[in-house]
């Protein structure tokens, strides 16, 4: 399977207006001065799809969060269980409606304690935003389009300007929003064939989502999606 990716860029709230209109912004809820961005920058920053919000408070304070970031002057591989934990609770529960199930931004030298401590804690399903800057747009496409596993690249930034950073993501994360109506095509040895972005069923763009019960219908579990087919 070859996922699908999109192109996106990230900046500060002060650097945001040199993200060209119609591409992905990522913006950050926390941080300190010129850092994080105001309501009016997400809104000007609502397509193709909502802006990625990313948590840079070295508190991990905002689980609502898309991604927390982990880094010098962010939080740390140790913030990591409590906020995956907190982040998909607020997930199920549609507290902020676009939020993408809960990820961790962090670079290749930080990565593999990162993965250590999710799997010390059980957490699996967890998609990395991993920091490789210095490599080509292709690279980034490669690294996304081939991901698998518990632990999977949804994302990767490639390179910095003095302005804005380049990011390339995969599309099926960006597009899969806590509280997008499902629409279910298809159920199958306890599992539901749920379509999260509108693509007709075949096109091989749908989560396989675990069911918790049924009746007259599907009630599946809200944690997030299952492997991409």
Same mark, same amino acid.
């Given at each position: 399977?070859?996922?699908?990716?999109?192109?996106?860029?990230?900046?500060?709230?002060?650097?945001?207006?040199?993200?060209?209109? +119609?591409?992905? &912004? $990522?913006?950050?809820?926390?941080?300190?001065? =010129? *850092? !994080?961005?105001?309501? @009016?920058?997400?809104?000007?920053?609502?397509?193709?799809?909502?802006?990625?919000?990313?948590?840079?408070?070295?508190?991990?304070?905002?689980?609502?969060?898309?991604?927390?970031?982990?880094?010098?002057?962010?939080?740390?591989?140790?913030?990591?269980?409590?906020?995956?934990?907190?982040?998909?609770?607020?997930?199920?529960?549609?507290?902020?409606?676009?939020?993408?199930?809960?990820?961790?931004?962090?670079?290749?030298?930080?990565?593999? +304690?990162?993965? &250590? $401590?999710?799997?010390?804690?059980?957490?699996? =399903? *967890? !998609?990395?935003?991993? @920091?490789?800057?210095?490599?080509?747009?292709?690279?980034?496409?490669?690294?996304?389009?081939?991901?698998?596993?518990?632990?999977?690249?949804?994302?990767?930034?490639?390179?910095?300007?003095?302005?804005?950073?380049?990011?390339?993501?995969?599309?099926?994360?960006?597009?899969?929003?806590?509280?997008?109506?499902?629409?279910?095509?298809?159920?199958?040895?306890?599992?539901?064939?749920?379509?999260?972005?509108?693509?007709?069923?075949?096109? +091989?763009?749908?989560?396989?989502?675990?069911?918790?019960?049924?009746?007259?219908?599907?009630?599946?579990?809200?944690?997030?999606?299952?492997?991409?087919?």
């Amino acid at each position: 399977m070859t996922i699908p990716y999109i192109a996106a860029q990230d900046a500060t709230r002060v650097n945001a207006v040199h993200i060209p209109a +119609g591409i992905l &912004a $990522i913006g950050y809820t926390t941080g300190s001065g =010129n *850092v !994080p961005w105001d309501s @009016a920058t997400f809104a000007a920053h609502n397509t193709p799809y909502p802006a990625i919000h990313i948590d840079q408070d070295p508190s991990a304070s905002d689980a609502t969060a898309d991604i927390l970031d982990v880094e010098s002057f962010a939080a740390t591989v140790a913030d990591i269980p409590g906020w995956l934990t907190r982040a998909r609770a607020n997930y199920a529960k549609h507290v902020r409606p676009q939020q993408r199930w809960p990820g961790i931004y962090c670079s290749m030298d930080t990565l593999p +304690g990162a993965i &250590a $401590i999710c799997q010390s804690h059980k957490l699996t =399903n *967890v !998609p990395f935003f991993t @920091a490789q800057p210095g490599n080509t747009e292709a690279f980034a496409i490669q690294r996304v389009q081939t991901a698998t596993g518990p632990y999977p690249c949804i994302g990767c930034q490639y390179a910095t300007d003095s302005f804005v950073d380049y990011d390339i993501l995969s599309q099926d994360w960006v597009r899969t929003m806590a509280g997008t109506a499902p629409v279910v095509t298809d159920v199958w040895h306890g599992v539901a064939i749920v379509m999260r972005d509108g693509t007709a069923a075949g096109e +091989g763009k749908y989560w396989v989502v675990p069911i918790t019960s049924t009746d007259e219908g599907v009630t599946y579990t809200p944690t997030g999606p299952g492997e991409a087919k």
